[in-house]
């Protein structure tokens, strides 16, 4: 959007979008989380599940960190990407045969995020 401001020139006007203490929490819990995966990468948690799985879940932390980094500035692509990282890390979980139960709590931040899509701003 754009003012003309006092000499006649125009202004770009940036309409900030509130974000909600709880997307905050979650982003910052999912960060942490995600760290802790590449860390346990690195500990040998992941030493038997073959060598490129260890290579496949760092690169999927770090795609998620972009959808993460999307939804903390309140951008229409963030919950989308971040939706499409969590799919396909869960839908190679399932094709590798080692999906943890436990990895589908994070459908419940997806879900959260895709629902507050409405509220949240267009990229120019």
């Known amino acids: 959007m754009y003012v003309k401001d006092d000499y006649g020139y125009k202004k770009r006007v940036v ?6 203490p709880l997307i ?10 995600g760290f802790w995966s590449i860390i346990s990468t690195y500990l040998g948690i992941y030493s038997g599940f073959g060598t490129l799985y260890p290579a496949f879940n760092a690169l999927t ?12 500035q ?3 692509w963030g919950p989308v990407s971040f939706a499409i990282v969590i799919a396909l890390k869960i839908l190679v979980d399932l094709i ?3 999906l943890n139960p ?4 994070v459908l419940v931040p ?10 949240m701003k267009n990229t120019d």
């Open 15 to 20: 309409k900030r979008t509130r974000r909600p």
């Open 24 to 33: 905050s929490i979650l982003c910052i819990v999912l960060v942490v989380l």
């Open 61 to 72: 932390v770090v795609m998620g960190f972009v959808g993460i980094s999307g939804v903390w």
């Open 74 to 76: 309140m951008e229409k």
């Open 96 to 98: 590798w045969g080692y």
């Open 102 to 105: 436990w990895y589908l709590l």
């Open 110 to 119: 997806v879900t959260f995020f895709l629902l507050l899509l409405p509220k």
